[in-house]
């Protein structure tokens, strides 16, 4: 959707002039958990674009709510008051089978505990994205497997999950999130249990991605190692976001490097 009929502010204050696909249109979200007494505000009125054709890292202190607002944008929480938007489909309003369907087509997801299948070997963790919409196992093990070579766990592609170490089984929740060339790819913490060397390359292949025009990448990190890769930051801070900036603006102030 152009951005020029959904991004106010940017408009009135002419900042852009190009037109961008807006992937993530997040407006006045909130969550909640828990009940009574013990009912706490995680996200306290988010308000977040996010642009196809670039990675966004969201950065901020631990508890800020950064998994809970990627768990609400991906459609895996639902939030108590507020919406989200991808690609112009306003996915919070999505019920059920059509919000199940969309997640399928067109997200990716690495999850900060991998959450991978532990009945699965590594190949066919991979291959569950395309299962899910109806390729063939034997055909999308095969695709799973090639992406999987790319990461350097050609070798380990047979094995279980409880029978790798945590960059590796890191490696096959990436593989699972790319397998499908979905639109947006959210990675929480995705090189956290990476080597420099391995984490460099997945950053690669994120960047890769996020480099087509109608594909966006979203990354959550502490990791000061991949911030070079960043194209926007988005900074979090007791359930709110304090500010989004490039990296060349970040690195003017600094927060970059925080
Ligand atoms: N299901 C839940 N029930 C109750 N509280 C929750 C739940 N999920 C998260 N929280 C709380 O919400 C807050 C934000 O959690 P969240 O996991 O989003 O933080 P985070 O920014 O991802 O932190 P980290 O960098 O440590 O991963 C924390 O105080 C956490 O305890
Ligand atoms: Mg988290």
């Not at 070798?155 to 990436?174: D, F, T, V």
């Amino acid at each position: 959707m152009p951005m020029s009929q959904t991004h106010d502010q940017a408009t009135s204050t002419n900042i852009q002039t190009e037109q961008r696909t807006l992937a993530v249109q997040c407006r006045g979200v909130i969550k909640e958990f828990g009940a009574g007494q013990a009912r706490i505000r995680v996200l306290r009125g988010i308000d977040l674009d996010i642009y196809a054709g670039e990675t966004t890292f969201l950065v901020g202190p631990s508890g800020c709510g950064k998994t809970t607002l990627i768990s609400v944008i991906a459609g895996l929480l639902r939030p108590n008051e507020g919406t989200v938007s991808l690609y112009g489909e306003m996915t919070s309003q999505m019920r059920g089978g059509a919000l199940v369907h969309f997640r399928a087509i067109n997200l990716g997801f690495v999850f900060q505990q991998f959450n991978l299948l532990p009945a699965l070997n590594a190949a066919e963790n991979a291959a569950v994205p395309l299962v899910v919409q109806g390729m063939s196992l034997s055909k999308a093990v095969r695709k799973a497997s090639e992406l999987l070579e790319r990461l350097e766990m050609g070798k380990h592609k047979n094995k279980y999950p409880n029978q790798l170490s945590g960059g590796q089984q890191q490696r096959i929740a990436i593989a699972r999130a790319l397998v499908h060339n979905p639109r947006l790819v959210i990675c929480d913490e995705p090189t956290a249990s990476l080597d420099a060397q391995t984490g460099h390359a997945v950053m690669e292949m994120l960047q890769e991605l996020a480099g087509a025009p109608d594909r966006a990448v979203i990354v959550v990190t502490h990791d000061s190692r991949i911030y070079s890769f960043a194209d926007r930051i988005a900074t979090m801070s007791d359930g709110q976001i304090t500010s989004v900036k490039t990296k060349q603006e970040s690195q003017l102030t600094s927060d970059v490097n925080h």
